[in-house]
């Protein structure tokens, strides 16, 4: 199975089992699928106007969030620069999630790109946007709710972003795990705190 069509397999998945985040998650899979099938962006504009978020639905085709989504099927290189820790080797987009995975006693992080999807190391306790280590200004939330979901937060440059653990649930897709944990952005947010990067539906 493409990975699209894996991660639209498991978008409808977590719909049922979240139902306050299903809306999302049923949008994320119409794109995944659009992507499987290979589809030109007139089809996704066209998917979009039906079924995406009302501030997307009608916005031009020069919207930098189709760009984003184009960009995954075809990475563009990155011109000019040497890509920062926290930017992805590949194109250099800022990540969008992260994603533990056990090794040894404990677990490596890896973070994944918002556009290109690709993945790269990171330490462990330190913030993907401003690179703060101090102990004292990284927290992990966590809710029984999303057993393999950590939400970090960094209280040097108020932004947040998720951890999904592949430890805690091997058959996570990041991507699709990511867009159920709508009830957890709210709980950041509320907190004061920002998505490092917004994902497909926003938040
Ligand atoms: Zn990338
Ligand atoms: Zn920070």
Redesign the pocket.
């Known amino acids: 199975m493409s990975r699209f069509l894996e991660r639209a397999a498991r978008a409808r998945l977590l719909a049922e089992r979240y139902p306050e985040s299903r809306e999302g998650l049923l949008f994320a899979a119409a794109i995944s699928d659009w992507q499987a099938r290979g589809e030109g962006l007139e089809e996704l504009r066209a998917l979009v106007h039906r079924i995406g978020p009302p501030v997307l639905r009608n916005a031009p085709a020069t919207h930098k969030w189709f760009s984003r989504v184009m960009a995954e099927l075809a990475p563009p290189a990155i011109r000019g620069h040497a890509p920062h820790e926290n930017e992805c080797p590949l194109c250099g987009n800022p990540p969008q999630l992260g994603v533990l995975r056990p090794e040894g006693h404990g677990s490596a992080l890896t973070l994944a790109c918002s556009a290109c999807r690709r993945e790269w190391p990171f330490p462990r306790a330190r913030?993907?946007?401003?690179?703060?280590t101090d102990p004292d200004?990284?927290a992990f939330g966590a809710t029984d709710a999303f057993p393999a979901i950590q939400t970090m937060t960094?209280?040097?440059?108020?932004?947040y972003i998720h951890l999904i653990d592949l430890g805690k649930d091997p058959r996570a897709v990041p991507e699709a795990d990511e867009l159920s944990a709508q009830p957890l952005d709210v709980w950041a947010i509320e907190q004061g705190y920002r998505k490092l990067t917004p994902n497909w539906i926003g938040l």
Not at 127 to 132: A, D, T
Not at 154 to 159: E, F, L, R, V
Request: net charge negative.
């Open positions: 913030c993907p946007g401003c690179g703060e200004k990284i960094c209280d040097s440059c108020w932004c």
